[in-house]
């Protein structure tokens, strides 16, 4: 051998050794015997390799030589690919042939293998096969394996025992699934060739479904019983199973487990429950070998199964008799087909409604349909059963848009009677099946028109039921019928009003469902199309998609323009006070012509649509100008209230000007008689009214900022729930959402017990973030002073997920937005948190910035609390000052006090009194004073609320301190005090009340008694 030939057959050797993967030397061994003698250095790295598997058991190669350039070999192995020998191509040229390729080396290897393979088979079998001990293969699934398996085991290996082995000493048992085993299989070729085969004796057996007697006496004989006891039973059996002997066992098996077959003590026998029976659902195993048996069906059968399909998951059978004169009927109808489909287990029926025992083999059915022909199914049904509910549907015009669901009838009366499906679900049920077949199918532009008609019609039946979702799906299908983006204007008569209802009908959807985006598309189309006189239920949606997004200042900007087309002319510049004076004015000239009476009579007078959409305009614009405290609402309200009275009609949507100016009235001249005067009105208007989204808001202006100057608080909480009820009864969402949060904010205010408040807080806020995240912003303000008079740190704004981390976060929010009232309502909670913390200083620094905001000279019950907490400590701050601002501030607080009690004592007499001793403190006339704080107390426990006369006993407390000689009944009211707070719930504010006055810290029980309070609450 010469220098050449041993250099390269040692630079061979030292690749193979370095480089070759574990499998490459597997299969290096088996094709060279002497591979393992020749290298044993290589053959050791097997087991090496094998120790150092990754976790999911792909084998890494070892390399000993660390300078060794193999990054590509690695890569290739981890990606997964095949581990065949591999070499640098730098040490091996391209040129030399002492080495295959590799598709040849597969080939080698393999027949190498498969030879090897064959004769120690043979030789092995040869050598223990005997008449006494023959041998037995079995092999299970053969449809499964594939070709290279096959023609070892069927055509090489069972050729040669043919020949080499006594063939009656070897049996081969296989077994395969016949429907699975076509003419392309490879297993149909080998069966043949060993079905010609002279050296083999092929014996094959069919094994077929049991029948109902079959297996009627297979459960007779396992459960002991005559086979007429157990009839029903396996009848159920086979029905679920189609007869299948595996999955018939499987199924009886699992009835036992769940003891729906159990032995019955009583009787002494099996028995079953065969309510629970019933309500076994047809397995997923099950469906799959229906589905591979239904190919041998008729195909009058068959038919009926794609019609049944094309209806989904179940349809009523009253649908398929209409059908019977249909095109798409047999000869021989529905009822012989659906028998048997029921008796092979393919459906069931029960009630009048036929349902696939497996969603699988209605969705096998349902994709075996040729597209083309899926469509013109769908077509034939749907056009079919449209006419059916009404010849009037069939015209190509478009008058559906007018047409009310009532008026469309099935035209069949003898089939009318005979059905029992509802007219509705006929019309919805045709148009699903339009629906499916498409505009793509549809070429004739009339019949696009009629369908989109048919769209439009259900559409609207589903939105007048509040099903917004699914009402938008038919807008936007009548829409894909029309034309996405197009128009329609002289096609056909009237098709501007189609096109108008379906885009009406899809932004009033989408704003239902929160689709804000899309609302302002479908809104925006129609602007470009129509004139604002025929727009106005658009503008409406816009509106109200823009008021659940915070837009509060475009809603105004586009309101004030908007409704100037209807001669209703507002300065589109800020109004000045006497503008706004001067309108009032205007507005209580024109009501004093009309009694109450005549006004509320004026609601039967029905007004045109236009002037209902007007007045719903005005809602949306007052209710951002609201949020906003724009001086537009003022100038609104009384221009809404001339034009109605003018126009001499009410509807719901008039009742919210009449409450809102009612509401002006008390605010601009504090005329409280006419203030109540107007929400007397209104509450007369709704008792004829429709419950509606304009009834719900009327509501709670009325009953939330106007009749608290009047009556008991805590009826006014009832009030507001009622009306939150009542909009969430109706559907009205979003504006259910603002009584909710006054009544809750009221309770706290009226003295509920915190623990339970806290604990509605929460349930309240989830469903405000659902519904109306605007009144959540305002809830958690409330919640978290609640949270900290109670001593407790929840962080309630976690409930915006990190949007809003606490109420910093919330201001910085309301300024960008220009929210005003949420500014204030903030700083309003501040104040007042302070106030009972005893932080005087940082009270009145949160009152200077809450009067700051256009809204604080809104009356509301913020205002209330606002001047009886600062006039509190006015007293207290003069007492320590002596300054003469802070007793003005305390008497102007009196002042008007002294005007509400009149209004309703039960809301304003403890408090007056509580004024007036702080007051006589502050002269001081101490005889006197302590009268008034005794009167203040029992008038505040006459009332319910424990949280004013706790505040009661500490102002009493704090005073006695500072006279002589009255210390203990100081201190006797403070623990009195501390008492009222934890009766409340206000655990936090008791702690504060004992570090600032050195009470004794005894109150743990208390403490331990709210909480199981809490947790039971």
């Not at 085991?153 to 006594?166: F, H, M, S, T």
């Not at 469902?513 to 658009?538: C, H, R, W």
């Amino acid at each position: 051998v010469d220098d050449a030939v041993s250099q390269y057959v040692r630079r061979t050797t030292s690749l193979i050794e370095t480089h070759l993967s574990a499998p490459g030397i597997v299969f290096l061994s088996n094709l060279i015997p002497s591979f393992r003698s020749l290298f044993p250095n290589v053959f050791q790295r097997v087991v090496v390799d094998n120790e150092d598997s990754d976790g999911d058991g792909e084998q890494r190669v070892s390399v000993e030589d660390e300078d060794s350039d193999f990054d590509d070999v690695q890569k290739e192995t981890s990606q997964g690919s095949e581990r065949h020998a591999s070499f640098n191509s730098d040490d091996i040229g391209a040129n030399n042939n002492d080495f295959v390729d590799d598709d040849s080396c597969d080939c080698l290897v393999s027949d190498t293998i498969k030879n090897r393979l064959h004769y120690l088979f043979q030789e092995l079998t040869q050598a223990i096969s005997s008449p006494d001990a023959p041998i037995m293969l079995f092999l299970d699934d053969l449809q499964w394996a594939d070709s290279l398996t096959l023609n070892l085991v069927l055509r090489d290996l069972l050729g040669a025992l043919g020949e080499r082995i006594n063939s009656h000493n070897f049996l081969l048992a296989g077994l395969y699934r016949d429907d699975w085993v076509l003419s392309e299989h490879p297993l149909y070729s080998q069966l043949e060739r060993i079905r010609e085969s002279r050296n083999v004796n092929v014996t094959e057996i069919l094994l077929s479904t049991f029948s109902k007697t079959d297996l009627s006496e297979m459960v007779a004989a396992e459960l002991r019983l005559p086979t007429r006891v157990v009839s029903d039973l396996s009848d159920f059996v086979h029905k679920k199973t189609s007869g299948n002997i595996l999955f018939a066992v499987e199924l009886l098996n699992s009835m036992v487990r769940d003891s729906i077959i159990y032995f019955n003590l009583k009787s002494r026998r099996y028995d079953w429950h065969w309510d629970i029976a019933l309500s076994v659902k047809t397995g997923e195993n099950v469906a799959g070998f229906i589905v591979t048996t239904l190919s041998s069906l008729p195909q009058e059968t068959l038919q009926v199964l794609r019609i049944l399909s094309c209806f989904g998951f179940h349809v009523e059978l009253s649908v398929l008799d209409l059908l019977e004169s249909s095109s798409v009927a047999s000869n021989c109808g529905f009822r012989a087909p659906l028998l048997h489909l029921v008796d092979i287990g393919v459906i069931e029926m029960a009630g009048g409604l036929i349902t696939f025992s497996h969603d699988l083999i209605q969705k096998c059915i349902y994709d075996g349909i040729e597209l083309a022909a899926r469509h013109n199914l769908h077509y034939d049904i749907g056009t079919f059963l449209g006419f059916k509910a009404s010849p009037a549907l069939a015209a190509p015009h478009v008058e559906a848009v007018q047409i009310d669901m009532s008026q469309v009838y099935i035209s069949d009366s003898k089939q009318s009677a005979e059905s029992n499906v509802s007219t509705k679900s006929l019309l919805s049920i045709a148009v699903d099946h339009i629906n499916h077949a498409g505009p793509e199918f549809i070429t004739q532009q009339q019949q696009r028109v009629t369908f989109a008609a048919w769209n439009f019609l259900v559409g609207k039946e589903l939105s007048s039921r509040s099903r917004f979702g699914c009402a938008l799906h038919y807008y936007e299908e009548g829409i894909r019928f029309l034309g996405i983006g197009k128009w329609i204007n002289d096609i056909i008569t009237d098709g501007r009003q189609l096109c108008l209802g379906l885009y009406e009908g899809a932004a009033a959807a989408c704003c239902a469902i929160g689709k804000d985006a899309m609302t302002a598309y479908y809104a925006n189309f129609i602007f470009q199309n129509v004139s604002p006189e025929n727009s106005l239920p658009a503008w409406i949606s816009l509106f109200s998609s823009l008021e659940s997004s915070g837009k509060h200042m475009e809603i105004v900007e586009k309101g004030i323009k908007l409704i100037c087309h209807f001669n209703i002319n507002i300065s589109r510049d800020p109004p000045n006070p006497a503008a706004i004076m001067e309108s009032m004015a205007a507005a209580v000239a024109s009501a004093s012509h009309f009694k109450i009476d005549q006004i509320v009579e004026m609601y039967q007078n029905r007004s045109e649509r236009k002037m209902q959409n007007i007045f719903k305009i005005y809602n949306a614009i007052s209710v951002a100008a609201y949020s906003l405290s724009s001086p537009y609402l003022p100038l609104l309200t009384f221009d809404f209230v001339r034009y109605s009275l003018k126009n001499k009609f009410c509807t719901t949507e008039t009742a919210v000007a009449f409450a809102s100016f009612g509401l002006f009235n008390i605010y601009l001249i504090q005329d409280y008689a006419a203030g109540k005067y107007w929400a007397n009105i209104v509450l007369d208007m709704l008792k004829k009214a429709r419950a509606r989204s304009a009834y719900v808001r009327a509501k709670w202006i009325v009953h939330g900022h106007i009749m608290i100057w009047f009556i008991p608080l805590k009826t006014t909480v009832k009030n507001l729930f009622r009306t939150y009820q009542l909009g969430m009864k109706i559907g009205d969402f979003n504006n259910s959402m603002y009584p909710l949060v006054l009544s809750s904010s009221y309770a706290l205010f009226e003295g509920e017990n915190l623990a339970l408040l806290s604990q509605s807080f929460n349930g309240n806020l989830k469903m405000m973030m659902k519904y109306n995240i605007a009144c959540a912003k305002f809830a958690v303000i409330d919640k978290d002073m609640i949270d900290t008079l109670r001593g407790e740190d929840t962080n309630p704004f976690s409930i915006f997920e990190g949007l809003y981390a606490n109420d910093e976060d919330l201001i910085n929010h309301a300024q960008e937005e220009n929210n005003m009232n949420l500014l204030e309502y903030i700083y309003l909670r501040r104040f007042i948190l302070s106030f009972w913390k005893g932080d005087y200083e940082n009270a009145e620094t949160c009152a200077k910035v809450a009067l700051s905001f256009p809204s604080a000279k809104w009356p509301k019950l913020l205002s209330m609390y606002f001047s009886f907490f600062r006039g509190l400590i006015a007293f207290q701050r003069y007492r320590e000052t002596q300054s003469e601002e802070q007793l003005r501030n305390g008497i102007e607080s009196i002042c008007k006090f002294e005007v509400w009690v009149n209004l309703s004592p039960a809301n304003f007499e403890n408090k007056l009194t509580l004024l007036n001793a702080e007051q006589q403190a502050s002269l001081p006339n101490i005889k006197q004073a302590k009268v008034l704080y005794k009167a203040s107390i029992e008038s505040a426990r006459d009332n319910g609320r424990v949280h004013e006369q706790g505040l009661a006993y500490e102002m009493m407390g704090k005073f006695l301190l500072s006279v002589s000689n009255e210390s203990t009944q100081a201190m006797e009211c403070l623990e009195k005090a501390r008492t009222c707070y934890n009766q409340w719930g206000a655990l936090g504010k008791a702690e504060i009340l004992c570090r600032q006055y050195g009470l004794a810290a005894d109150d743990s029980k208390l403490r331990d008694d709210s909480l199981k309070r809490d947790r039971s609450s």
